[in-house]
């Protein structure tokens, strides 16, 4: 095999994988390095998101929404279950079964596209050459590229005082796959990733608790969104402690003992398996040799420009180990421009425009930006916003808690922000994500014919509650 390639990614998450897809559709011979190995001992690409993050928390949400509903929600319905349990094991392999067939299904896709595959680390050397430890411990191997993609992406933060040990103090991967459900289950950072799995195993019957050094709930979202959807995790059992920093935990017979500073002072909590989940970095051990001249930024972030082209002309960066919100579509997106930009052809992201999503339940999602944001930029808005509880589709599904907000510029009326708590908010923001690309107006998702009945008409009252004229509220 010639060891010349037009594009080499380093890194198969949603990023690199999908920037060596589109860079081979555009007829760029490509190859595309990961390090990632599988359950199974064999190559696993799909990164983070498919092996140890989007993919498997969803799934496990799914799984242990089910349990959930039979336990507390069937019975309104007439539905009789007794005696449901949990099968941990079963749940887990699920999981992995779930993972294995879409990690299979981006080697098939690599493959298909005539992308070449490397399982080991890659070096990036002067000269746009890239060096290859294979993952088996075979020779190394040495590529030279005309174009060279980093897409290393992210590893937890560990807290000095708190060191992860696989077994009771663990990271996302451990809490993928605990073997039972802990009595009790200690979360630091009630974050995106704190507050998904947090939610798993609260529903599968662990006592939950989240500590969060944060005042504030959620600080990221809108703050009337962000209030609510407290309120609903409280009343599903997670124990939420705001203003708790968390100083140190170590195991004691068994147990995990938390020391967390609070307004009353230091104090201790004790739990049967604690969860690290206060944020990611990005990850660049290994990848970059001392003289390949790449710069990092002060966070440690490989540094880019708009367009992600580093300090190095011909080396680019995407998804979580460079600026911007660390999720998968937007490492993706990244990945398809930077494949464009190599081949010659306009291409640009909107950062603006990126949706959010918690997949708790009800979810959170939004798009643009919250009203304190605007209020702290000064910005003229309005402000329209809708509740399921007054939707039939809601209703009929038994979903009615939450609502969908919406903020438009009050000369203009452009939409600035969509915020949604509410079933299937993940799916219901791409609505408001299209209206916001094509910078349209309140007014304009309020003349759109929404399907009745639909989760989706709260979006659109909403749009009509701006201008004074929901049909199934007051204004
Ligand atoms: P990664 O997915 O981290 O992939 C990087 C890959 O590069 C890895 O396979 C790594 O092994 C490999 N690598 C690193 N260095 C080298 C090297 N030198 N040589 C070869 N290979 C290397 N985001 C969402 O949008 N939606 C969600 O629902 C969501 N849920 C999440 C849940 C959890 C529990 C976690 C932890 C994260 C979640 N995320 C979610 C975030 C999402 O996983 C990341 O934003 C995304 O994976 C970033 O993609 P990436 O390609 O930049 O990096
Ligand atoms: P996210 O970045 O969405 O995963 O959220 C991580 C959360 O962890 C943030 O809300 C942080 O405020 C929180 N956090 C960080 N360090 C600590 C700590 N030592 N104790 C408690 N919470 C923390």
Do not use: C
């Given at each position: 095999m010639s060891d010349k390639f037009d594009v080499i990614v380093i890194g198969g998450g949603p990023g690199g994988y999908v920037a060596a897809i589109r860079a081979a559709q555009l007829g760029l011979k490509t190859a595309c390095i990961d390090a990632f190995t599988g359950k199974d001992g064999k190559a696993s690409p799909g990164g983070t998101c498919l092996n140890v993050g989007c993919i498997p928390s969803k799934t496990?949400?799914?799984?242990?929404?089910?349990?959930?509903?039979?336990?507390?929600?069937?019975?309104?319905?007439?539905?009789?279950?007794?005696?449901?349990?949990?099968?941990?094991?079963?749940?887990?392999?699920?999981?992995?079964?779930?993972?294995?067939?879409?990690?299979?299904?981006?080697?098939?896709?690599?493959?298909?596209?005539?992308?070449?595959?490397?399982?080991?680390?890659?070096?990036?050397?002067?000269?746009?050459?890239?060096?290859?430890?294979?993952?088996?411990?075979?020779?190394?191997?040495?590529?030279?590229?005309?174009?060279?993609?980093?897409?290393?992406?992210?590893?937890?933060?560990?807290?000095?005082?708190?060191?992860?040990?696989?077994?009771?103090?663990?990271?996302?991967?451990?809490?993928?796959?605990?073997?039972?459900?802990?009595?009790?289950?200690?979360?630091?950072?009630?974050?995106?990733?704190?507050?998904?799995?947090?939610?798993?195993?609260?529903?599968?019957?662990?006592?939950?608790?989240?500590?969060?050094?944060?005042?504030?709930?959620?600080?990221?979202?809108?703050?009337?969104?962000?209030?609510?959807?407290?309120?609903?995790?409280?009343?599903?059992?997670?124990?939420?402690?705001?203003?708790?920093?968390?100083?140190?935990?170590?195991?004691?017979?068994?147990?995990?003992?938390?020391?967390?500073?609070?307004?009353?002072?230091?104090?201790?909590?004790?739990?049967?398996?604690?969860?690290?989940?206060v944020g990611r970095k990005p990850y660049t051990d290994g990848l970059l040799s001392e003289d390949c001249g790449v710069k990092l930024t002060e966070k440690g972030q490989i540094d880019v420009n708009e367009q992600s082209q580093t300090s190095v002309p011909g080396v680019w960066a995407i998804g979580d180990c460079v600026r911007g919100p660390m999720l998968a579509h937007k490492a993706s997106e990244e990945g398809v421009a930077v494949a464009e930009l190599i081949a010659g052809k306009p291409a640009n992201i909107h950062f603006d425009t990126v949706p959010w999503v918690v997949y708790t339940d009800p979810e959170i999602a939004w798009v643009g930006k919250t009203e304190q944001e605007l209020q702290a930029a000064g910005i003229d808005y309005k402000t329209g916003s809708f509740p399921f509880a007054a939707n039939g589709r809601a209703l009929a599904g038994g979903h009615s808690s939450g609502m969908v907000k919406m903020l438009a510029d009050a000369e203009t009326d452009e939409i600035l922000g969509v915020h949604i708590f509410g079933a299937n908010a993940s799916e219901l923001v791409s609505e408001c994500v299209v209206a916001m690309e094509f910078q349209g107006a309140s007014e304009d998702l309020a003349r759109i014919v929404h399907a009745h009945p639909t989760l989706s008409e709260a979006v659109h009252e909403a749009a009509l509650h701006l201008d004074g004229r929901a049909i199934h509220r007051g204004n």
């Open positions: 496990l949400l799914d799984s242990s929404k089910h349990f959930h509903h039979v336990q507390h929600d069937y019975a309104a319905h007439g539905i009789t279950v007794s005696d449901a349990q949990i099968d941990v094991p079963q749940m887990i392999a699920r999981k992995d079964g779930v993972v294995r067939k879409l990690t299979g299904g981006v080697s098939q896709l690599l493959k298909g596209n005539k992308v070449s595959f490397f399982h080991g680390t890659g070096k990036l050397k002067t000269g746009l050459e890239v060096e290859i430890t294979p993952a088996d411990e075979g020779d190394t191997i040495s590529l030279h590229g005309k174009n060279i993609i980093l897409a290393s992406g992210s590893v937890p933060i560990e807290i000095p005082g708190v060191p992860f040990d696989g077994e009771y103090i663990v990271d996302n991967v451990g809490a993928l796959d605990f073997d039972h459900v802990p009595d009790t289950l200690g979360v630091i950072g009630a974050g995106v990733i704190g507050l998904e799995l947090g939610s798993v195993w609260n529903r599968l019957g662990s006592k939950v608790t989240l500590l969060e050094a944060l005042p504030d709930f959620l600080a990221l979202a809108d703050k009337d969104i962000s209030k609510q959807a407290l309120r609903e995790f409280k009343k599903q059992g997670l124990e939420i402690h705001l203003g708790s920093m968390v100083k140190s935990a170590g195991v004691e017979d068994g147990k995990v003992k938390v020391t967390i500073e609070d307004a009353k002072g230091e104090h201790q909590h004790t739990f049967e398996r604690l969860l690290v989940s």
